[in-house]
């Protein structure tokens, strides 16, 4: 797993190997994966490998100014990729038909990322394009499938190696179209999810409240969803990549922004997508400033409005993204889990032996009572560590913290003991707190 950004991102001098705090955010999420696309690559990002000016029909704003992009940001960008151990998804432009150009775009992408270019994908949410005024009212799936056919093409001549990612989109409809497309390359179905996305709340299931972020119904709506574009890939052996998700897709802020709660759904989220059988997240991301940036980003940059000073500040969703990073890899155990509320159980066997557990629990912190466990693992636990994602409430804003600090968990050895730990026996009783996310490893 690991961040979105958008496509003129890759322009941000910020995104450097010898910057400590952008390989730490990355490092932080484990073996990361930073995909570049978001509504910008479309509109606002022009890549040339030639220096050409950009083109004037390109429009952007202050905060979203239009960025050319060349391969000495590939250069740049790959000096991060080496530092944080890291891969990389890149969007190429659609809105703008032009094959050739992003053909080239692939070749410098392939020939400077080497393996860590993972795919490519055509066009960011073309599903979206006539309503946007990307392209006229009249364009539509036909009319994608055709291009992708050129784009891909042209893409595979100069980086054949790379998969083609797509379609990227927001609608069901576009998922089988793309996976029966023929193209010359590996194929890679993918999708964006945004769980809470009615803005002016027409839809009450679907609007960015906190009783619907925190409940069992969106859990289960979610990953309904996911399996009905799981069940679409595998019939032609495909992986599925949600290359870009959130909370909520809304502009601007809703009682869901920065809150504990984002980061609690956010670690269920990324374990029950995993465990759906979902290949790679990205968590769409911002590096505008904390002051005036968009409120529901997992990062974002210090200083005042659009002058970030060159610090970055790890907002909820990333200490719940980091709590499932600090898992590390491993074959997803079967558990049985019954009582406990709103209780989501995870657990994996790690390649030592070891079993790692994380227990999310959604209850609300200032009205629930102390979950209590009894836990019967696969063996005679000779050593018990845990680590702990709190906060005050579901709302608490900016307030979660990982054992007390503001910071990624620390390593299994360096963790505290289970409270009270039974050694030797394969049960293990302890209490949990409401609002929590506790990682626990056990080794036997």
């Given at each position: 797993?690991?961040?979105?950004?958008e496509a003129t991102?890759?322009?941000?001098t910020?995104?450097?190997?010898d910057n400590?705090?952008m390989?730490?955010?990355?490092t932080?999420l484990g073996k990361?994966?930073?995909r570049?696309?978001g509504?910008?690559?479309?509109?606002?990002m022009f890549?040339?490998?030639?220096?050409?000016?950009?083109?004037s029909?390109?429009?952007?704003?202050?905060?979203?100014?239009?960025r050319?992009v060349?391969?000495?940001?590939?250069?740049?960008?790959?000096?991060?990729?080496v530092a944080?151990?890291?891969q990389?998804s890149?969007t190429?432009d659609l809105?703008?038909f032009?094959p050739a150009?992003a053909?080239?775009?692939?070749k410098?992408?392939?020939?400077i990322?080497?393996?860590r270019?993972?795919?490519?994908?055509v066009?960011?949410?073309?599903?979206g394009?006539?309503t946007?005024?990307?392209?006229?009212?009249?364009?539509g799936?036909k009319d994608?499938?055709?291009?992708l056919?050129?784009?891909a093409?042209?893409?595979?001549k100069?980086?054949?190696d790379?998969?083609?990612?797509?379609?990227?989109a927001?609608?069901e409809a576009?998922?089988e179209?793309f996976?029966?497309?023929?193209?010359?390359?590996q194929?890679i179905?993918?999708l964006?999810?945004?769980?809470?996305?009615?803005?002016?709340s027409?839809d009450?299931?679907?609007?960015p409240?906190?009783?619907?972020?925190?409940?069992?119904?969106?859990?289960?709506?979610t990953?309904?969803y996911?399996r009905a574009a799981?069940?679409v890939?595998r019939?032609?052996?495909?992986q599925?990549?949600?290359?870009e998700?959130?909370?909520?897709?809304?502009?601007?802020?809703?009682p869901?922004?920065?809150t504990?709660?984002?980061?609690?759904?956010?670690?269920?989220?990324?374990?029950?997508?995993?465990?759906?059988g979902?290949?790679?997240l990205?968590?769409h991301?911002?590096l505008l400033t904390?002051?005036?940036?968009?409120?529901l980003s997992p990062?974002?940059?210090?200083g005042a409005?659009?002058?970030?000073?060159?610090?970055?500040?790890k907002?909820?969703?990333?200490?719940?993204?980091?709590m499932?990073?600090?898992l590390g890899?491993?074959?997803?155990?079967k558990v049985?889990?019954?009582?406990g509320?709103?209780?989501?159980?995870?657990?994996?066997e790690?390649?030592d032996?070891?079993?790692?557990i994380?227990?999310v629990?959604?209850?609300?912190?200032e009205?629930?009572?102390?979950?209590e466990?009894?836990l019967?693992?696969?063996?005679?636990?000779?050593?018990?560590?845990m680590?702990r994602l709190?906060g005050?409430s579901?709302?608490?804003?900016?307030g979660?913290r990982?054992?007390?600090?503001?910071?990624?968990?620390a390593?299994?050895?360096?963790r505290?003991?289970v409270e009270?730990f039974?050694?030797g026996?394969?049960?293990?009783?302890?209490?949990?707190?409401?609002?929590t996310?506790t990682?626990?490893?056990?080794?036997y």
């Amino acid at each position: 797993m690991g961040l979105s950004l958008e496509a003129t991102d890759l322009a941000d001098t910020s995104l450097r190997g010898d910057n400590p705090e952008m390989v730490g955010l990355l490092t932080g999420l484990g073996k990361a994966h930073i995909r570049f696309g978001g509504s910008s690559v479309d509109r606002r990002m022009f890549w040339t490998s030639t220096g050409e000016p950009v083109p004037s029909n390109l429009k952007g704003d202050k905060p979203r100014p239009v960025r050319a992009v060349t391969p000495a940001d590939f250069q740049r960008v790959n000096t991060l990729l080496v530092a944080a151990d890291a891969q990389i998804s890149l969007t190429v432009d659609l809105g703008n038909f032009d094959p050739a150009r992003a053909g080239d775009m692939a070749k410098y992408g392939a020939e400077i990322f080497g393996a860590r270019l993972v795919s490519i994908t055509v066009g960011n949410e073309p599903n979206g394009f006539p309503t946007s005024g990307v392209r006229p009212s009249g364009w539509g799936l036909k009319d994608y499938l055709g291009e992708l056919e050129q784009y891909a093409d042209a893409i595979h001549k100069m980086a054949p190696d790379v998969p083609l990612l797509g379609p990227g989109a927001y609608s069901e409809a576009w998922w089988e179209p793309f996976v029966k497309t023929s193209t010359p390359q590996q194929k890679i179905l993918s999708l964006h999810h945004y769980p809470l996305t009615s803005c002016d709340s027409k839809d009450p299931d679907s609007a960015p409240t906190m009783a619907n972020l925190v409940s069992a119904r969106m859990h289960e709506r979610t990953l309904a969803y996911q399996r009905a574009a799981l069940d679409v890939a595998r019939q032609a052996g495909m992986q599925v990549w949600i290359p870009e998700t959130g909370v909520s897709a809304c502009d601007g802020a809703n009682p869901t922004s920065r809150t504990h709660a984002s980061a609690l759904w956010s670690v269920d989220y990324v374990l029950s997508s995993a465990q759906n059988g979902i290949q790679r997240l990205g968590f769409h991301s911002s590096l505008l400033t904390c002051t005036g940036g968009p409120p529901l980003s997992p990062i974002c940059s210090g200083g005042a409005y659009l002058k970030p000073n060159g610090t970055m500040t790890k907002r909820a969703p990333y200490l719940g993204l980091a709590m499932a990073a600090s898992l590390g890899s491993g074959d997803f155990l079967k558990v049985e889990q019954s009582g406990g509320g709103l209780t989501y159980a995870y657990a994996l066997e790690q390649a030592d032996g070891s079993t790692s557990i994380i227990i999310v629990n959604e209850n609300d912190p200032e009205s629930s009572a102390q979950v209590e466990v009894n836990l019967t693992l696969p063996g005679r636990a000779r050593t018990g560590t845990m680590t702990r994602l709190t906060g005050s409430s579901f709302g608490s804003q900016d307030g979660t913290r990982i054992d007390g600090a503001e910071a990624i968990p620390a390593p299994v050895a360096a963790r505290a003991t289970v409270e009270g730990f039974n050694y030797g026996s394969p049960t293990q009783k302890f209490k949990l707190t409401a609002g929590t996310a506790t990682v626990l490893n056990f080794k036997y």
